[in-house]
């Protein structure tokens, strides 16, 4: 089955500095790859998504690159805000049947005024 | 539309009880998950279904049964409540199939089994 490991655990940044997440999968065949974000005493969140097809993905300061061939894929945020901070998970699948995602451990991103 | 309600919101167990955790959903999903949440664990999948009368396992099902007799409904039994049973439990609800469709997910029940 597919596994995805995600880098850091936790990260900490300076309001206005930006962050980056990173995410490993295994099968070669995930071809979906969404992003969620989780704030204190809610359920995940879609954020952001990204096809294979595609290399790279923004919407406002929000951006999600995917390497194909090395199997990993970025969440990059600019100009971090305060909420901001929360968990971060990357997940992946295949787009196909009854296929389930796969999540990695999360990342805690702490973003300090 | 309410989205994803989970009930209760927080629950205390006794081990070798048994309880169930309420999933419903109003947007007319087909696809319905269960996952725990573990310190460090990342979000797991526990069961799933693709529509009323259809279930399968996802990734740690033991310990846990599941029903699918409605589209709304999708409860989460645990028949003899265990102390690694203790976590954060979250509902999800999608379109279609999980794959490529965005998981709506409830605020989560947070469980102790003592």
């Known amino acids: 089955g597919e596994n995805v490991e995600q880098h850091p655990s936790t990260l900490s940044v300076q309001e206005g500095d930006s962050a980056v997440i990173k995410c490993t999968y295994s099968?070669?065949?995930?071809?979906?790859f969404p992003w969620y974000k989780q704030e204190l005493g809610k359920g995940p969140q879609l954020i952001i998504d990204?096809?294979?097809?595609?290399g790279e993905k923004k919407d406002q300061r929000i951006a999600v690159t995917l390497n194909k061939t090395a199997k990993h894929f970025s969440l990059h945020i600019t100009e971090t805000q305060p909420e901001d901070s929360a968990v971060y998970f990357c997940?992946?699948?295949?787009?196909?049947?009854?296929?389930?995602?796969?999540f990695g451990k999360g990342t805690m991103l702490l973003v300090s005024p | 539309n309410a989205g994803v309600t989970q009930t209760p919101k927080f629950q205390v167990l006794k081990t070798g009880q048994s309880m169930t955790l309420q999933c419903a959903q109003d947007?007319?999903?087909?696809?319905m998950s269960w996952y725990r949440q573990d310190p460090g664990m990342g979000l797991r999948l526990i069961h799933y279904?693709?529509?009323?009368?259809?279930?399968d396992q996802g990734e740690v099902p033991n310990g846990y049964n599941v029903s699918r007799s409605t589209t709304e409904d999708f409860p989460l039994r645990l028949l003899s409540a265990a102390p690694s049973q203790t976590s954060v439990y979250f509902c999800?609800?999608?379109?279609?199939?999980?794959?490529?469709?965005?998981?709506?997910f409830g605020d989560g029940t947070r469980l102790s089994i003592l």
């Open positions: 999800a609800s999608s379109y279609r199939t999980g794959a490529g469709q965005p998981q709506h």
């Open positions: 099968d070669s065949a995930s071809n979906y």
């Open positions: 990204i096809r294979s097809n595609v």
């Open positions: 997940a992946a699948t295949r787009l196909s049947g009854y296929s389930t995602l796969t």
């Open positions: 947007m007319n999903h087909e696809y």
């Open positions: 279904s693709v529509g009323a009368g259809i279930t």
